[in-house]
């Protein structure tokens, strides 16, 4: 909608509030109306329908702080200029408005100029410096140690992302030329397209891309994507406690952003390696520790390795079952808190594969001293 139609219509009239309402009170007017024009709720009633269509067209523009501005600036500005605005060549000396747009919109001078400023450039639309736009997000995979993960470490990536042209600095204009108000959306960066009949929403301009500029030559590297490609190393921190595929986003070290937008963001999924003795449980670490018959059934003081650390002791107690598992506070992974898991140690009976005489001979006196002690009695007896 342009300018020139802001200067006919009186969009608080439609809404029933007064130029002065609050926010609030414009949005529970358009709400009111809405509900009760709405298509879905009189199919068949097309008065209401173009009700629904006025109501909307009016919230979308008194429901946006700054085009509320700019349609509160129009509607201020002056009524007559040497006879006023009227008719086209009236015996009042009156002219149409719309004659004033298009003067302003071919780029000259006279009255356009002079008004500029209220009814904005481009043809109605008040035209605004290119938005800053975000960077591309980037997406990287690193695979590090499992100390590194437990530890924490800095990594250096080869990335490529997308990135300003280096000829045009993102432009889409062959150097040394001169851009000009970009015709489909009028310097406004987006079009307004239909949704559902009644409904509408702003879409970036397929032309200009959302730049508000077009050049009549585009440039010879990017064809007037404005875009190019960024091949750079950068370091990035792992935190300590990372897990095996895990996502982690490293802020500003995506794709470089437009008209002085923020750089994307860069997102990088961690592989972990094993370890040859050490596993993983959530915060913990696993440990598999391999022990002798005899220090379970005798009990027994053992040492193990921690990861990064000295050793510690585990203090088996006489008759410990196999498979039994031990905490020892403190030595696993690093929390979010800055905390840490426990180390979760396992004992396993290993059964030695070969026996020299005198092993043969006390394990066999072993099986002699135990004889009337039946392990699988239970197995048989019925339930």
């Not at 500029?116 to 997406?139: L, M």
């Amino acid at each position: 909608m342009s300018n020139a139609d802001w200067a006919t219509k009186d969009f608080y009239k439609v809404l029933g509030v007064s130029k002065d309402a609050t926010t609030e009170e414009i949005k529970k007017a358009y709400r009111k109306l809405a509900r009760a024009n709405h298509p879905d709720s009189n199919p068949d009633d097309t008065a209401k329908h173009e009700v629904f269509k006025k109501v909307a067209e009016a919230y979308d523009v008194v429901g946006d702080p700054a085009k509320r501005k700019q349609y509160d600036d129009v509607r201020a500005a002056p009524t007559g200029f040497g006879g006023g605005f009227g008719g086209g060549g009236g015996a009042g000396g009156g002219f149409d408005i719309s004659d004033l747009l298009r003067d302003r919109a071919g780029g000259g001078g006279g009255f356009g100029d002079m008004f500029g400023d209220i009814f904005g450039g481009g043809g109605g639309r008040r035209q605004s410096r290119p938005r800053p736009a975000k960077g591309q997000d980037v997406e990287s995979t690193a695979t590090i140690s499992f100390t590194d993960a437990i530890d924490g470490v800095t990594i250096s990536l080869r990335l490529s992302s997308d990135a300003a042209c280096a000829t045009c600095s993102g432009t889409g204009g062959k150097p040394g030329t001169k851009p000009r108000i970009c015709t489909e959306c009028e310097g406004a960066g987006y079009v307004t397209g239909s949704v559902g009949g009644a409904f509408s929403m702003n879409e970036t301009c397929p032309v200009c891309h959302g730049r508000q500029l077009v050049y009549d030559e585009a440039c010879p590297t990017c064809h007037g994507s404005g875009r190019g490609t960024s091949a750079r190393t950068i370091q990035a921190r792992i935190p300590a406690g990372v897990k095996d595929g895990q996502r982690i986003r490293v802020r500003g070290k995506g794709g470089s952003g437009e008209n002085g937008g923020p750089a994307g963001d860069l997102f990088v999924t961690v592989k972990v390696s094993g370890h040859r003795l050490f596993g993983r449980k959530d915060d913990n670490l696993t440990l598999d520790v391999p022990v002798s018959f005899d220090e379970l059934a005798l009990g027994a003081e053992i040492k193990v390795p921690t990861l990064g650390g000295a050793p510690v002791t585990l203090r088996l107690p006489a008759g410990t079952p196999n498979g039994r598992t031990f905490r020892v506070r403190g030595k696993g992974a690093r929390k979010a808190d800055g905390s840490y898991g426990d180390l979760l140690a396992t004992v396993e009976v290993q059964v030695p594969v070969s026996l020299d005489e005198a092993a043969r001979e006390a394990v066999q006196a072993y099986r002699a001293a135990t004889a009337g002690r039946p392990l699988r009695a239970n197995l048989f007896e019925e339930s």
